[in-house]
């Protein structure tokens, strides 16, 4: 068997044919759902916070607080999340999961959940921590502005 050629062993041509590997698997979960990645996203995230602000939840779901609007209609027309009051201050509105939200998001997780084991089934316990915390990293650095970053010049 031949050696594996350069580019084989290259992180971004790896990193782009797992990405492609499971946003194929990702997607068609979200497809037979009728939901969005940005759906996805925050059916997960108010499951795991409970409610949160519109711009809270904007900025943890990287959405412009501006298109938070029409990205929350489609979940509340489907009564899959709820507007409502903040307990702690009446003038703030809060968005929160119904309880069709709730069963709506434990199932989106567990659908993703085995995406993801079947994606990292060769890797133990330790290591997929490992990678998460290794890939969270990267991603935390390169949703940076570009002027955040540290980088050097060769000047």
């Given at each position: 068997?031949?050696a594996?050629?350069?580019?084989?062993?290259?992180?971004?041509?790896?990193l782009?044919?797992?990405?492609?590997?499971?946003?194929?698997?990702?997607?068609?979960v979200?497809?037979?759902r009728?939901?969005?990645?940005?759906?996805?996203?925050?059916?997960?995230t108010?499951?795991?916070?409970?409610?949160?602000?519109?711009?809270?939840?904007?900025?943890?779901?990287?959405?412009?607080?501006?298109?938070?609007?029409?990205?929350?209609?489609?979940?509340?027309?489907?009564?899959?999340?709820?507007?409502?009051?903040?307990?702690?201050d009446?003038?703030?509105?809060?968005?929160?999961?119904?309880?069709?939200?709730?069963?709506?998001?434990?199932?989106?997780?567990?659908?993703?959940?085995?995406?993801?084991?079947?994606?990292?089934?060769?890797?133990?316990?330790?290591?997929?921590d490992?990678?998460?915390?290794?890939?969270?990293?990267?991603?935390?650095?390169?949703?940076?502005?570009?002027?955040?970053?540290?980088?050097?010049?060769?000047?």
């Open positions: 068997m031949p594996d050629a350069s580019f084989e062993s290259s992180v971004g041509f790896l782009s044919q797992l990405g492609v590997i499971a946003t194929r698997s990702w997607t068609e979200l497809v037979e009728g939901l969005t990645p940005h759906h996805h996203a925050i059916l997960l108010l499951h795991a916070t409970g409610p949160l602000g519109v711009t809270a939840l904007a900025d943890i779901v990287l959405v412009d607080p501006r298109n938070m609007g029409p990205v929350v209609a489609p979940l509340e027309q489907r009564a899959l999340i709820e507007r409502g009051d903040d307990p702690a009446r003038r703030r509105r809060v968005l929160s999961l119904s309880s069709e939200g709730v069963k709506a998001a434990a199932e989106l997780a567990t659908a993703t959940g085995r995406i993801e084991d079947e994606l990292l089934a060769p890797l133990g316990s330790s290591e997929r490992e990678l998460r915390s290794y890939l969270r990293t990267l991603w935390l650095h390169a949703k940076q502005a570009p002027s955040k970053r540290n980088t050097t010049s060769d000047a």
